[in-house]
């Protein structure tokens, strides 16, 4: 059984930071992508950032130059710095991991006041 548990989410004004963790144990694979998805009320899920094992990222549009990938593989660990955060950035966000399965987190919500 894989277990992902994600912190960090909340409330913050617009131009403020928030950095989102998410911790992955269990019967894991080697991992290969680790990233985050997001989800407004209303739309649909969409990539925020992933980062395959060798560390290359990727990134939506939406967020370049504002949010941060980094992982610890050595802690199955994957962290999202968001920095210049607006409103529009307000959703559930979500922690996916793949190694050959996919996995969700349970999701965090993060609200950003105008």
């Known amino acids: 059984q894989v277990r992902l548990v994600e912190s960090g989410g909340g409330l913050v004004q617009a131009g403020g930071s928030l950095r989102l963790s998410c911790a992955a144990s269990?019967?894991?694979?080697?991992?290969?992508?680790m990233g985050w998805y997001r989800q407004a009320p209303g739309k649909q899920r969409e990539l925020v950032a992933s980062?395959?094992?060798?560390?290359?990222?990727n990134y939506a549009s939406s967020v370049k130059g504002r949010f941060t990938i980094s992982r610890d593989n050595g802690k199955n660990t994957v962290y999202l710095q968001m920095n210049s955060l607006r409103p529009e950035d307000t959703a559930v966000y979500y922690c996916?991991?793949?190694?050959?399965?996919?996995?969700w987190g349970q999701g965090t919500q993060v609200t950003v006041s105008s």
């Open positions: 996916n991991v793949y190694d050959g399965f996919t996995y």
């Open positions: 980062m395959a094992s060798g560390g290359s990222a």
């Open positions: 269990g019967s894991l694979f080697s991992i290969n992508n």
